[in-house]
């Protein structure tokens, strides 16, 4: 759990550049895939970041009194587009989920180091398939109570 712990904290903060398990050996090329994990992480900070200031910056200059309906009309815009991807990914993850993370990988990462053998990197052991599984699962049914409340706002805000 302790090991587990330094990957999770390592791929998340962007001032850590140096994965070190305890008393776990790790591969070269196990590190080289988290770091290119960190790198995911690090894209989708700056992607939030860039996100949230627009928001902000809209906000403040707002020299509109209907900004709450324009927010969640651009908000509700957002959610059709992301909707799609979330049936397209629901979509697969039920018919074949091993299928799905092995075509996320071959999108995001450019080679197989991905593909872990327990003897050279054990932490594998750590983070099964299944664990991916679960944190789909979260990651989606967080997203899809998020799209709900956002059309409901949008139903009861239409004109």
Do not use: C
Not at 52 to 69: E, R, W
Not at 136 to 144: G, K, Y
């Amino acid at each position: 759990m302790d090991n587990y712990k330094r990957i999770i904290y390592y791929v998340q903060n962007p001032l850590n550049n140096e994965l070190v398990l305890n008393k776990l050996p790790m591969s070269s090329f196990g590190k080289i895939h988290f770091y290119e994990v960190k790198q995911i992480f690090i894209f989708l900070y700056i992607i939030s970041i860039v996100f949230i200031s627009t928001m902000i910056f809209k906000i403040i200059n707002n020299k509109n009194n209907n900004l709450g309906k324009v927010l969640i009309k651009s908000f509700n815009n957002s959610v059709n587009i992301i909707t799609l991807i979330f049936i397209s990914v629901s979509i697969m993850v039920v018919i074949d989920f091993s299928k799905t993370f092995y075509f996320f990988h071959k999108i995001f990462f450019r080679n197989d180091y991905w593909i872990f053998d327990s003897v050279t990197d054990p932490i594998i052991n750590a983070l099964p398939e299944e664990l991916f599984m679960i944190e789909l699962i979260l990651v989606l049914s967080l997203l899809i109570i998020f799209t709900l409340v956002i059309k409901v706002i949008h139903l009861k805000n239409k004109d």
